[in-house]
Nanobody
Framework: QVQLVESGGGLVQAGGSLRLSCAASGRTFSTYAMGWFRQAPGKEREFVGAITRSGTSTYYTDSVKGRFTISRDNAKNTVDLQMNSLKPEDTAVYYC??????????????????WGQGTQVTVSS
């Protein structure tokens, strides 16, 4: 079992930055790939980015490439999402998720076994 708790959400003006953090319980954190997803009101949950278990590879959806960065610290059981140059369309509830790292499929919601409760990010124009 893995429990995930996100933090760091809030209200920011367009062009600003936020850093989300996800803290994981359990001793097997380093065996999981970690993903970030978001869900805006009235829309489906969508992939934002992911990082492999070792942290050597990251993946992003096109709309956040060059603005968002995922990192992890396996010693601290944390994964962060640094969000820069935020836009109003980034407004959503952001979720971190964990999946045993099988070498692929990181963009797919259904491969993730564990989810956090979500944290609200609101970007004002």
């Amino acid at each position: 079992q893995v429990q995930l708790v996100e933090s760091g959400g809030g209200l920011v003006q367009a062009g600003g930055s936020l850093r989300l953090s996800c803290a994981a319980s359990g001793r097997t954190f380093s065996t999981y790939a970690m993903g970030w997803f978001r869900q805006a009101p009235g829309k489906e949950r969508e992939f934002v980015g992911a990082i492999t278990r070792s942290g050597t590879s990251t993946y992003y959806t096109d709309s956040v490439k060059g603005r968002f960065t995922i990192s992890r610290d396996n010693a601290k059981n944390t994964v962060d999402l640094q969000m820069n140059s935020l836009k109003p369309e980034d407004t959503a509830v952001y979720y971190c998720a964990a999946t045993p790292d099988r070498g692929g499929g990181y963009r797919l919601l259904h491969v993730y076994d564990y989810w956090g409760q979500g944290t609200q990010v609101t970007v004002s124009s």
